[in-house]
């Protein structure tokens, strides 16, 4: 749901990531816009997504596709004592990352680099753990990625990815026209080279890639009336938002009329109201490299 870093492209992934426009596999763009959802995805999220994650002081921790920077903060607060890497394909999305790890954590230490996550400038072996967050969703090949990945992480060493499934997406009051919408949002993606619903095969990808002690549990987020502070920041600002920025491309590509999109993006806002609801599901898995 975010970006990243990759050859082709993501972000998310994507990579909060690189030149935008089509085929560069990151379809929601590089917006200043697109990096304040990103910014508020990771806040409402934090909770959900990082719990359980915190890694020892002192070890070797690299972010896969940091982009903008939005979940470099939330790393840095759940393990202050790591010595955390950020690598991203994007100068500026880059840029944009040491300048928000700079307003939220004043004097955190991070080590930034520019590089494409499928030839990383690091030694054979140099991190004990990876986290890689929204990156995989933008990558033709998720598999190989994964794979390649391992050379950089130690034997016995960690990885810990999380990746969002459009298809988890329901919601009250029900609408074809927002099914509609999100449809072609994932038609795009795939049309890109990614995989909008790459969540439900997270599992299986990292036991492709040789990772071992694979484990994958859903995270599902639920706003109704009860919780109007996560309604308006994940229903409306998060995911409503992600689907209505890819507007012109579905409207350019004849998915949808400029009306119906219209229409099923204010049914998706509608189920912020206070009589709505609105279900979905994010992955994380953690798996180990193993030794030789």
């Known amino acids: 749901m975010e970006a990243t870093t990759t050859a082709n492209d993501p972000a998310g992934g994507s990579q909060d990531g690189p030149a935008d426009g089509p085929g560069n ?8 816009r697109e990096a304040r959802r990103l910014g508020d995805q990771a806040e409402a999220l934090a909770d959900l997504l990082h719990d359980g994650t915190s890694f020892p002081a002192g070890s070797r921790v690299l972010e896969v596709g940091c982009g903008v920077g939005a979940q470099t903060v939330q790393l ?10 950020a690598v991203e394909v994007s100068p500026a999305s880059l840029d944009q990352a040491r300048a928000r790890v700079a307003a939220a954590r004043p004097g955190a230490r991070v080590e930034w680099r520019l590089g494409d996550l499928h030839d990383l400038p690091f030694p054979d072996d140099a991190f004990d753990h990876l986290f890689v967050c929204f990156v995989l969703e933008h990558l033709p090949d998720p598999r190989a990625a994964l794979a390649g990945l391992r050379r950089v992480l130690r034997p016995g060493g960690t990885v810990t990815v999380i990746e969002g499934d459009h298809g988890s997406a329901f919601f009250h009051p029900d609408s074809a026209h927002a099914r509609a919408a999100i449809a ?6 795939a049309a890109a080279g990614g995989d909008a619903l790459i969540g439900r095969r997270l599992a299986p990808l990292l036991a492709a890639a040789g990772y071992e002690r694979v484990g994958v549990g859903p995270r599902t987020v639920y706003a109704d009336g009860s919780r109007p502070a996560l309604a308006r ?16 491309d579905a409207v350019a590509a004849g998915l949808a009329t400029p009306a119906d999109w219209d229409r099923g993006v204010a049914d998706l806002r509608r189920t912020a109201a206070p009589d709505g609801t609105f279900h979905y599901t994010f992955f994380k898995g953690t798996a180990v490299n193993p030794s030789p």
Do not use: K
Not at 184 to 189: D, E, G, I, P, T
Not at 233 to 248: I, L, N, W
């Open 25 to 32: 596999g990151y379809v929601h763009g590089y917006s200043g």
């Open 76 to 85: 840095l607060a759940r393990s202050p004592g790591a010595r955390l890497t």
């Open 184 to 189: 072609h949002l994932v038609a795009l993606q």
């Open 233 to 248: 920041a994940f229903t409306r600002d998060t995911f409503t938002a992600m689907v209505e920025a890819v507007r012109a």
